[in-house]
Nanobody, 120 residues
């Protein structure tokens, strides 16, 4: 069984920083890509940042220059968030596309989410 566990959310003032971490565990053969999504109250879930096995990254325009996604190990992804704004407030979800032992094809997995609140 595969699990994605996030940590690092919390309350921060505008202009502050937070770092989110996500660790994948289980019988994982290969993780093709990892990403962070977020969902604010009353809004659809949106893609924030992605990183491939090769290290290619992509960001939604609203976070470019402020957020950085990285793969510290093959099963861990982090999101460094700087210059946070109130509109960054949301539940942040870790995502992975991976191949699990015993499966014939890759599948999508999600973490449980971690709350990020930016407020003075």
């Amino acid at each position: 069984q595969v699990q994605l566990v996030e940590s690092g959310g919390g309350l921060v003032q505008p202009g502050g920083s937070l770092r989110l971490s996500c660790s994948a565990s289980g019988s994982i053969l290969i993780i093709y890509s990892m990403a962070w999504y977020r969902q604010a109250p009353g809004k659809q879930r949106e893609l924030v940042a992605t990183i491939t096995n090769g290290g290619s990254t992509n960001y939604v325009d609203s976070v470019k220059g402020r957020f950085t996604i990285s793969r510290d190990t093959k099963n861990m992804v982090r999101l460094q968030m700087n210059s946070l704004k109130p509109e960054d407030t949301a539940v942040y979800y870790c995502y992975a596309k991976l191949l699990h032992l015993g499966r014939a094809r890759d599948e999508d997995y999600w973490g449980q989410g971690t709350q990020v609140t930016v407020s003075s």
